[in-house]
């Protein structure tokens, strides 16, 4: 495992212990391709000298038939069953990937790559453009979720896995999902999609707009080039989170968590300290948030969900893009979350029953919000390990041996 970096370092500034910038040298495998192996991006050029990072759980078989890729979510990274190496903190995933887990290391070979526009060694604005030795900035190409899961076929390419086992994620994970499934049908032989939608909803591109504005208005970005100044618009990097952080949580979660008390305090202070603990909590999370990630990037992801219309590569009829599909699908939702409610994803099962395609549904009792995925979630865990089970089976692999 890799040895962790203090939490106050900067994912751009070089270590101070290992010399190392998480931007260019991460501290997971990377796969660098040259100019030679450019990817072509949806905004019409081509991204030379392309670097991905990922991390990778588990042995691949002999026959090259357990790999499964995990696909990360908006604010996550290639560090999904493992030590974060910025934060300390375990892994996002690591409720549902590991040793005996529902994604069960001991029996599936698991791969998870940070996405292309991240901050955590795959190319993205904080990365070396290489044409100028400095940083990217918003000299970047703006990138899309295929874009993103083109370049995890790059890198899948690299690693010699022709097809997967399963393909899951949730959130912006499980766009990944539904586009690989739509772009590589032929190597998908499962997909779990979770918590997510066809294509980003007038609401959702509000929210992130809102935090992107946050982010320019700050004084120190710079018109995107506060790495070369010096600086970081963290202020409005915080903004960005809390503000996002709110579309996670229930209000039943967050009554159940905080309600309306106080925070170290009798009486409230009549000014504008942070009196509530649902104020102080929020705080913590951006200020924790800008330790771990990239202004920049955050622009270049939320605008990649934002652009998020599946259907629209297939003539405005979703079911088109998984016509004659031969993937098994699952798709799960939760019942409190109202930033990809449960009728996104019964448009997804829907358009899988029009294209005739294996599917199984379930929306799942929650309070938890959207980021029930992430949490605690029993049925969740109960669902995705039948799911991955039966997958495994039908491929040859047998319970207790890859």
């Given at each position: 495992?890799?040895?962790?970096?203090?939490?106050?370092?900067?994912?751009?500034?070089?270590?101070?212990?290992?010399?190392?910038?998480?931007?260019?040298?991460?501290?997971?495998?990377?796969?660098?391709?040259?100019?030679?192996?450019?990817?072509?991006?949806?905004?019409?050029?081509?991204?030379?000298?392309?670097?991905?990072?990922?991390?990778?759980?588990?042995?691949?078989?002999?026959?090259?038939?357990?790999?499964?890729?995990?696909?990360?979510?908006?604010?996550?990274?290639?560090?999904?069953?493992?030590?974060?190496?910025?934060?300390?903190?375990?892994?996002?995933?690591?409720?549902?990937?590991?040793?005996?887990?529902?994604?069960?290391?001991?029996?599936?070979?698991?791969?998870?790559?940070?996405?292309?526009?991240?901050?955590?060694?795959?190319?993205?604005?904080?990365?070396?453009?290489?044409?100028?030795?400095?940083?990217?900035?918003?000299?970047?190409?703006?990138?899309?979720?295929?874009?993103?899961?083109?370049?995890?076929?790059?890198?899948?390419?690299?690693?010699?896995?022709?097809?997967?086992?399963?393909?899951?994620?949730?959130?912006?994970?499980?766009?990944?999902?539904?586009?690989?499934?739509?772009?590589?049908?032929?190597?998908?032989?499962?997909?779990?999609?979770?918590?997510?939608?066809?294509?980003?909803?007038?609401?959702?591109?509000?929210?992130?707009?809102?935090?992107?504005?946050?982010?320019?208005?700050?004084?120190?970005?710079?018109?995107?080039?506060?790495?070369?100044?010096?600086?970081?618009?963290?202020?409005?990097?915080?903004?960005?989170?809390?503000?996002?952080?709110?579309?996670?949580?229930?209000?039943?979660?967050?009554?159940?968590?905080?309600?309306?008390?106080?925070?170290?305090?009798?009486?409230?202070?009549?000014?504008?300290?942070?009196?509530?603990?649902?104020?102080?909590?929020?705080?913590?999370?951006?200020?924790?948030?800008?330790?771990?990630?990239?202004?920049?990037?955050?622009?270049?992801?939320?605008?990649?969900?934002?652009?998020?219309?599946?259907?629209?590569?297939?003539?405005d009829v979703l079911a088109n893009a998984f016509r004659g599909s031969k993937t098994r699908f699952c798709v799960v939702s939760f019942t409190s979350d109202w930033l990809f409610p449960t009728?996104?994803?019964?448009?997804?099962?829907?358009?899988?029953?029009?294209?005739?395609?294996?599917?199984?549904?379930?929306?799942?009792?929650?309070?938890?919000?959207?980021?029930?995925?992430?949490?605690?979630?029993?049925?969740?865990?109960?669902?995705?390990?039948?799911?991955?089970?039966?997958?495994?089976?039908?491929?040859?692999?047998?319970?207790?041996?890859?």
């Open positions: 495992m890799n040895s962790p970096v203090p939490p106050e370092a900067s994912l751009r500034a070089p270590s101070a212990e290992t010399g190392r910038s998480e931007a260019d040298e991460p501290h997971s495998p990377v796969v660098r391709f040259g100019p030679d192996r450019p990817l072509r991006l949806d905004a019409g050029v081509l991204l030379g000298d392309l670097q991905i990072a990922y991390q990778t759980y588990g042995t691949l078989n002999a026959a090259r038939s357990n790999a499964v890729l995990v696909c990360h979510a908006l604010t996550g990274d290639q560090h999904a069953a493992n030590l974060n190496p910025v934060t300390g903190k375990p892994g996002w995933w690591e409720t549902l990937v590991g040793p005996g887990l529902p994604i069960d290391t001991d029996r599936f070979f698991v791969i998870c790559a940070n996405v292309l526009g991240g901050c955590m060694g795959t190319t993205g604005p904080s990365s070396t453009n290489p044409a100028t030795g400095r940083p990217y900035g918003l000299d970047m190409p703006l990138v899309t979720i295929r874009d993103m899961v083109n370049a995890q076929a790059m890198l899948l390419d690299h690693l010699g896995i022709e097809k997967l086992l399963c393909v899951a994620g949730g959130s912006m994970g499980g766009m990944q999902v539904l586009q690989w499934a739509a772009s590589y049908p032929e190597r998908v032989f499962s997909a779990l999609a979770i918590a997510t939608a066809a294509r980003h909803s007038a609401q959702n591109i509000a929210f992130h707009e809102v935090g992107r504005q946050a982010i320019m208005a700050d004084p120190d970005w710079h018109g995107g080039h506060y790495l070369a100044a010096g600086v970081n618009p963290q202020r409005g990097l915080a903004v960005a989170r809390m503000a996002a952080h709110i579309t996670y949580m229930s209000d039943q979660a967050l009554h159940r968590k905080f309600g309306r008390k106080l925070q170290n305090r009798q009486m409230p202070t009549f000014g504008f300290d942070a009196d509530f603990q649902v104020e102080s909590y929020l705080r913590h999370q951006g200020e924790a948030f800008v330790q771990r990630f990239d202004a920049n990037s955050y622009l270049y992801v939320t605008r990649a969900m934002d652009y998020f219309d599946l259907a629209a590569d297939y003539d009728g996104g994803a019964r448009e997804i099962v829907h358009a899988l029953n029009a294209s005739g395609a294996s599917v199984s549904f379930a929306e799942v009792a929650s309070d938890k919000g959207h980021d029930a995925f992430l949490l605690e979630e029993p049925e969740l865990f109960a669902i995705a390990r039948g799911f991955l089970d039966s997958a495994a089976r039908a491929v040859g692999i047998t319970p207790g041996r890859s």
